[in-house]
Structures are given as C-alpha cells and as structure tokens.
C-alpha cells in the first residue's frame, strides 16, 4: 500500500502546558534530522497538536519508518493514507479498499473512530463512525464489531483532504534531544556506557562524550570500536563530539607512584576531572556513566564515593540499579551490543590490579593521590591539550 503521510504521535510533551510548542518545535526538529539520509522528498510540520510527515513522491517507506522509530520524543508512528474529498459515497468504497488491501485476513475485530476537524463538513464525528462502520460490515461480513476491545482501530481524520490509517508503530518515547541541555559522557568500548549515553539522551540531552585511549595498551581498533559505539548512539541521540584522550603517561606515572590496589579508583578519579573539564568547557551540565552498584571492584558503594570526590557536577548513573542482563537486553535493542563485545581492550581493564581495594577509604585515596604532586598536573593538561575531537554521526 502507498502511503502519503505519516502522523506522529507524542507523549508527555502533551502536559507540558504553555512551553509545549518549544518541545514541539524541537521534535520537528528532530524528524527533519533523522529522514536526511532517507531516499524521498518530506515536508514535516505541526498542526492542531500533532505532527505530520508528508511523503512527497517515491521514497523509501521502510527506511523511514526505522529512522522515525528513533527520534525520543515520538511515541507512535501511523502511516496514513490521504483521500480527497469526493463525497461519502466515495469515502466509503475507498475506506472498504483500504480494508481491503491491509488486512487481506478478515479474522478480526474492528471499530471506526472519527475526528472532524473540518468543521464544514457535512456529518459529525459519530454519523462518519457509524457510516463506515456499516460500509466495512457489508462488505466484509465476516468481520465483527468490537467498540470496547477492537483488534482494529480504524481512525478517519476529516481536514482539507481525508486521512485514514490503523497502525501505530511504537516510537522510541522520551523527549526531543536537546530540550533538556548536554551532559558528557565517559564511553569505554563496553555494555554499559553506550546503554547509559542512550538512556539519557532519551530524556531530551544531548550528548558529548569522552574516550581514554592508551596507546601502545590499546590499539587503533579499541579506538575504532568506541567511535563505531558513538554512531550507533548518535542514531538516537544526534551528532556526538567525542574526545579521545591519551591516557597512557597518566596511567604509567599512577602505576608507578601509587598502591597496586589502588591503581583502578585513582584513574578513574583522573578519568573524572579531565572529563568534567571538557564538560565545563563545552558547556555540558553533568557527567553520564554506565557505573551499576557491585558489578565490579569500581562499581561499590564506597568506590563511587571516591569517584565523586573529585566531581563538581552531576554525575547521572541511569543503569545503577541494573543487572548486567537488563543492561545486555537494551545494548541488543539498541543495536550497540555485538559492537561492545568485540575483544579489543580499553584502558581500564590493561591496568586492572590482581586484588583491587573494594571499599575504599577517602582519606587514604587521597593520601596516595599526593605522591603524583610532582608531575601529575603537568601530565593532565597535556592530556587535556593533545586530546583528539571527532564529529560523529551516523
């Protein structure tokens, strides 16, 4: 079936009051961006509180619709057919082909449901139900009517022209990116970060994010792998900047100056300040990581503690309370999953201590952070100003 337009359909956007018409305008925003790549000629706009995509021409419908399904914000995408205004006599032989056509198995349970919108028109809300409710039984008797509990919801909207459609395609939900700032995320090249940077980003923030990268520890495809992770997330979450920072001297000087059983909590806390500086710099309101209670050493209550410390805004953990299955089950949905175990390393796990401190104490962390004093802040702004920036998107 060719369909001329697509309905979209929002959802807590919807209580947003007087300010809804900027989450409106962001979510417009927001399709236009994600059917760029798609083959075809759209037109989208808002009208009454809804959002249409008309469909100008050939173009690729499946293709569409995939890109449609991951614009946060949308809830149910509806692929309508458009009818002019011929009479109601037409109407009816067009909505009974339209019947015809998409469901070819007649085992089903239906109701009409009309809005008029076009206040001119001849028959109200309920006389258009009721009408080609009859219509569609005469034509197909095998079909029955349930008003209460259909398997078909068959929706006619009147306007300048007649819109008809029964399928909701589910969206991704949430709300537009960027309606609710820009946080930086830590992206390692496992499960958990990218599924967090998702998370997030589902809530209407944009994303940056931040990768250390250890040469000659790390190879060029562990690096590969973590821009491969950002542009299967920028799918969702827009064009991401990320910094890619050598690590490598940081580590080595921690290695060599601090307790072995330390060694994870004191680059992580690096990890955090150089992060949260780029943060600050770009201004990006918190810090996202894929950190779930008791998964590893780093991940206790006392080693995020520790992690803390040295943070001066947010840090947004949204899989915290997740087990490592959850997180596994949104990486497939997402699509980052068979990326994220390819077996190339990341600067965390070459340098994970044999036994490393699983409660850590503030004070003694500190203590050992004071023996890097001679060399460690002239190591972090190098860092910091070696740091490569690439722009990803799909």
Do not use: W
Request: with cysteine; hydrophobic share 40%; glycine share 6%.
């Amino acid at each position: 079936m060719r369909f001329h337009t697509f309905l979209l359909k929002y959802g807590e956007i919807g209580i947003k009051g007087k300010n809804r018409y900027l989450f409106e305008d962001a979510l417009v925003r927001q399709v236009r961006r994600a059917l760029e790549p798609v083959d075809g000629e759209f037109q989208v706009y808002k009208s009454q509180a809804r959002i249409y995509v008309d469909c100008e021409g050939d173009y690729d419908y499946e293709d569409a619709v995939e890109h449609l399904k991951r614009v946060f914000g949308l809830v149910g995408i509806c692929p309508v057919v458009r009818l002019e205004d011929q009479g109601f006599d037409q109407l009816k032989k067009d909505v009974v082909a339209y019947m015809d056509e998409m469901y070819p198995d007649k085992k089903f349970t239906f109701k009409v449901e009309s809005r008029r919108a076009k206040k001119s028109y001849p028959m109200n809300s309920m006389e258009i139900s009721r009408d080609l409710g009859e219509a569609i039984l005469e034509a197909f008797p095998e079909i029955r009517v349930d008003v209460h509990h259909p398997d078909v919801q068959v929706n006619i909207e009147v306007r300048n022209q007649i819109y008809v459609y029964s399928q909701i395609i589910p969206g991704a939900g949430g709300m537009p990116v960027g309606t609710n700032g820009k946080a930086m995320l830590l992206l390692s090249g496992g499960i958990d970060s990218p599924v967090a940077g998702y998370m997030i980003s589902k809530r209407g923030v944009g994303l940056e994010a931040a990768y250390f990268h250890a040469p000659p520890y790390t190879s060029e495809r562990a690096k590969q792998k973590v821009v491969d992770l950002a542009k299967i997330v920028s799918r969702y979450a827009g064009p991401i900047r990320l910094h890619v920072v050598n690590f490598t001297d940081i580590q080595l000087y921690i290695y060599d100056q601090c307790p072995h059983d330390e060694l994870t909590i004191i680059m992580r806390r690096y990890m955090m300040r150089i992060a949260e500086h780029f943060a600050r710099k770009d201004g990006c309101l918190g810090l996202i990581t894929g950190e779930s209670i008791g998964q590893v050493a780093s991940q206790t209550m006392q080693s995020l503690a520790a992690t803390n410390d040295v943070c001066t805004l947010p840090v947004y953990r949204p899989v915290i309370g997740y087990d490592k299955q959850e997180i596994v089950n949104i990486s497939e949905k997402i699509g980052t999953f068979e990326t994220s175990i390819q077996p190339f390393e990341d600067c965390c796990t070459i340098f994970v201590a044999k036994h490393p401190v699983t409660k850590p104490n503030l004070g003694v962390i500190r203590r050992s952070e004071e023996k890097l004093a001679e060399k460690i802040d002239e190591l972090v702004k190098e860092a910091i100003d070696s740091a490569e920036i690439i722009e990803v998107e799909e």
